[in-house]
């Protein structure tokens, strides 16, 4: 019978991925009910049924304790919508179905408070927003980028730069109704909205993009 990995006695201190996901899910609880600002370590490790210093063994403070938690949520909403059929050359359907997708985790409200919560972070911890980025957006824009290059491959695009032109899509796709929530000027959008924004982002990209 295999393993599912060494006792956690026998795991060096904050390898133990039990513990960790224990802490994560304290954690979301708290900064849910409490807002960034309002929770401290102390509710965290009340909450997620471990001492203080455990879970400084773990996360060094709560900044790195958010991007890490948001980090990982990303990486699981979002496994399906970037993962792509790079056979599946309907570039139209996939860009549509990408876009859509994409925003309408991006758009919910949580998403939304984690966005403000890290611009709040990053000047006085650079390395966090980088970090966030990195975890976050760039994978995003990478998987879409080797999905294109995959299409430019078999003729079915014409683009010099791929991560460049994923880039570009996910602002087309994203920003308007994005920037609207970041700063609090207009509700969550209906999926007919974004359907139809990210429909026009497509159509202006396959302008620049589709053989001539």
């Known amino acids: 019978m295999e393993l599912d990995g060494p006792p956690a006695a026998e795991l060096a201190p904050g390898q133990d991925p039990r513990k960790r996901r224990q802490i994560l899910e304290g954690a979301r ?53 970037v993962t792509l059929d790079h056979s599946d050359h309907d570039i139209v359907k996939v860009l549509n179905r ?23 972070i990053v000047e006085r911890m650079p390395e966090i927003g980088a970090e966030y980025y990195e975890r976050g957006p760039k994978v995003c824009a990478g998987k ?27 602002d087309l796709s994203q920003s308007v109704l994005i920037r609207r929530q970041l700063f609090n000027a207009a509700p969550t959008p209906s999926e007919e909205d974004i359907a139809q924004h990210v429909a026009r982002a497509v159509t202006f990209f396959l302008r620049v993009y589709k053989p001539s």
């Open 144 to 170: 879409l980028a080797d999905y294109l290059a995959a299409q430019v491959d078999v003729g079915v695009l014409a683009i010099e730069d791929c991560s460049l032109a994923a880039q570009q899509f996910m």
């Open 29 to 81: 609880k708290v900064f849910l009910a409490k807002g960034f600002d309002g929770a401290s370590m102390n509710d965290i490790a009340k909450v997620a049924g471990v001492s203080k210093g455990t879970l400084y063994v773990y996360f060094e403070n709560k900044e790195r304790l958010f991007v890490d938690l948001i980090a990982e949520e990303k990486r699981a909403d979002l496994w399906d919508v």
């Open 98 to 120: 990408f876009g859509s997708d994409f925003l309408k985790i991006m758009t919910s409200p949580y998403y939304i408070r984690a966005m403000r919560t890290v611009f709040s």
